[in-house]
């Protein structure tokens, strides 16, 4: 434990932090597991579910939890793979 008392707030800080951000990306990762799971069984619901998801990424970008472009290839991936699903 830090024995400067900036630095225990700042342990308490990180603590909080760390915990919301992984809520964050536990979110988009479900997100993006329901759309692969939507994408294999129901097609006509994969839309809607990519919308979710999509929705999901664009608040974790907005948080600073993850990088646009990252999110920006994810969801690119997504929509390549529903276009090939339906053709």
């Keep these: ?3 400067i008392r900036s630095a225990q ?3 308490r800080s990180d603590k ?3 915990l919301r951000n992984r809520m964050v990306k536990t979110g988009v990762k479900t997100a993006v ?4 799971i939507a994408l294999e069984n129901d097609l006509n619901q994969a839309p809607a579910v990519l919308s979710a998801a999509s929705s999901a990424l ?3 970008v907005s948080k ?6 990252t999110a920006s290839r994810k969801k ?3 929509a390549k793979a529903l276009h090939k699903a339906q053709a």
Excluded: E, F, P, Q
């Excluded at 600073?64 to 472009?69: F, M, Q, R, T, V």
């Design 1 to 3: 434990m830090a024995n």
């Design 9 to 11: 707030k700042r342990v």
């Design 16 to 18: 909080k932090k760390t």
């Design 33 to 36: 597991k329901k759309y692969s």
């Design 58 to 60: 664009d608040k974790a």
């Design 64 to 69: 600073g939890i993850l990088h646009k472009n």
């Design 76 to 78: 690119a991936r997504m």
